[in-house]
């Protein structure tokens, strides 16, 4: 009887135990990234060069843009007293410059992606590898960012139920 005894309040105990366990309290904190870009030097210096090359490049669309639009109103001009052929020589130039106009805005920006993309990854990974040492500083679980969408920026791993997940699904239940 005191065994019985015994061994259900082991069982009690253990089950209690394993129950505070279970439901630890998930530490979960934030960033405001927005804050993070506009305060981070490297940030700020990669913001400012790449919009000096947007600037750059706009003026030089603003000025395409400008000689295409009096070559075309020369046109327009002269239109009137000009031969067919020759009405149909200049149109087609003005739609080449056109075409050349608009693969040119369409490379620029591409080319500003490509670089944003190419300065930003540094940094990035930087600021990532700064919120992954503060979290487990702060014994945080989670960090998600504040500005935007609800994204997951850190994840202690004990917490993926990945394969959980894809467990259950397979299994179909």
Not at 39 to 56: G, N
Not at 83 to 98: F, G, Y
Request: proline share 2%; aromatic share 8%.
């Amino acid at each position: 009887m005191k065994k019985l005894s015994l061994l259900f309040f082991l069982l009690i105990a253990s089950t209690s135990l394993f129950a505070q366990a279970q439901t630890a309290p998930q530490r979960i904190g934030y960033v405001d990234s927005g804050v993070i870009m506009q305060q981070f030097p490297e940030a700020v210096k990669a913001s400012s060069d790449l919009e000096a090359l947007r600037i750059k490049y706009g003026k030089q669309l603003d000025s395409m843009s400008t000689a295409l639009k009096t070559e075309v109103a020369d046109f327009q001009k002269k239109a009137a007293t000009m031969k067919a052929e020759q009405q149909k020589e200049t149109q087609n130039k003005l739609l080449a410059k056109d075409q050349a106009l608009q693969q040119f805005q369409q490379d620029k920006s591409n080319e500003l992606n490509t670089r944003r993309d190419q300065m930003l990854a540094p940094i990035k990974e930087k600021i990532f590898k700064a919120i992954e040492e503060v979290a487990k500083g702060e014994n945080l679980n989670f960090v998600f960012d504040k500005v935007g969408d609800v994204v997951l920026l850190y994840a202690d791993s004990s917490s993926d139920i990945t394969y959980k997940v894809l467990d259950k699904l397979k299994r179909g239940k």
